[in-house]
């Protein structure tokens, strides 16, 4: 924090679901921890820190749930899609092998009974079974890796695994990948931070090292690549605002810095 309030400008970067959000069985109610969005608007409206969503969503999902203005930077699908600020979005060429792929992933699942579960995704497809009693939720992770691998191995498409699920991807890019193009566009002077909770996170926990602050966000601890541990919603609105006290001190610093006599 004191090198956020020395430095000109900082960046955050923020998982969603899990991070600023509770999981929520219809995803699109999973709206942020009370309190939350309200600090991330004081947090842009102080206009020190460029504010970052990374998210496995799509990059659009976020928008309606997390009514900032202006609208933060988003990378979606877990790094594959970006959105940014002012609304332009970049997306990789998904190759003819992983369209087919993935046609062939979501034949496999209607085939299964399984498509009321599943999302598509720019370049994947996730299949979730939060919610479901654990051995239910085992039986089905077994039976989709069992039709899945064949896929993936004869593809060049990768299974990744979260927390609640897992998903069938073009390999192209990750959240890792995201962080270090925020790293080389603001620079190793500008201080950072990483928070997210999920297994996907540990890819920008590892992009991030020392590079800045990476917290792992979430009740329970597990082994981490992340420098910090805190538990939602108590810690995360703390971290938030002692983020926030940083920055308006960061600027009152350089009011009585530049400030004549009078």
Same mark, same amino acid.
């Given at each position: ?13 923020? *998982? ?6 509770? /999981?929520?069985? +219809?995803?699109? $109610? ?10 991330? $608007? ?5 206009? +020190? ?10 990059? +659009? ?24 600020? *002012? ?21 496999? &699942? ?17 299949? +979730? ?5 654990? =051995? ?25 695994? /979260? ?12 959240? #890792? @990948? ?14 950072? =931070?990483?928070?997210? *909770? ?6 920008? /926990? ?6 800045? &602050? ?11 690549? =992340? =420098? ?6 108590? @810690?995360?609105?703390? /971290? ?19 400030? #004549?006599?009078?």
């Amino acid at each position: 924090m004191n090198a956020v309030a020395q430095s000109p400008a900082a960046a955050l970067l923020l *998982d969603y679901d899990g991070t600023l959000a509770p /999981f929520c069985l +219809h995803r699109q $109610q999973a709206l942020p921890y009370p309190g939350v969005t309200a600090l991330l $608007q004081e947090i842009i409206d102080n206009g +020190h820190t460029r504010v970052v969503i990374i998210t496995g969503r799509n990059a +659009h999902e976020i928008i309606p749930l997390l009514p900032l203005h202006p609208r933060p930077e988003i990378w979606g699908c877990h790094g594959l899609e970006r959105l940014r600020a *002012d609304g332009t979005s970049e997306a990789p060429r998904i190759e003819e092998p992983a369209l087919h792929a993935l046609v062939e992933a979501n034949r496999w &699942l209607r085939q299964q009974g399984l498509q009321q579960r599943a999302e598509s995704k720019t370049g994947a497809v996730a299949l +979730h079974w939060r919610g479901l009693e654990e =051995a239910t939720a085992a039986e089905i992770r077994g039976q989709v890796l069992l039709g899945w691998l064949p896929i993936a191995q004869s593809t060049p498409m990768e299974l990744l695994e /979260f927390d609640g699920g897992i998903e069938m991807r073009t390999p192209s890019r990750d959240k #890792g @990948d995201a962080v270090r193009t925020i790293l080389d566009e603001i620079g190793p002077e500008v201080p950072v =931070a990483y928070l997210g *909770d999920d297994l996907t996170d540990e890819r920008a /926990f590892r992009a991030l090292g020392r590079a800045g &602050l990476s917290v792992l966000v979430r009740p329970e601890w597990h082994t981490t690549a =992340a =420098a910090l541990w805190i538990r939602p919603p108590e @810690d995360l609105r703390e /971290f938030l605002t002692r983020w926030l006290q940083a920055c308006r001190d960061g600027q009152h610093r350089a009011r009585a810095k530049f400030s #004549g006599p009078e």
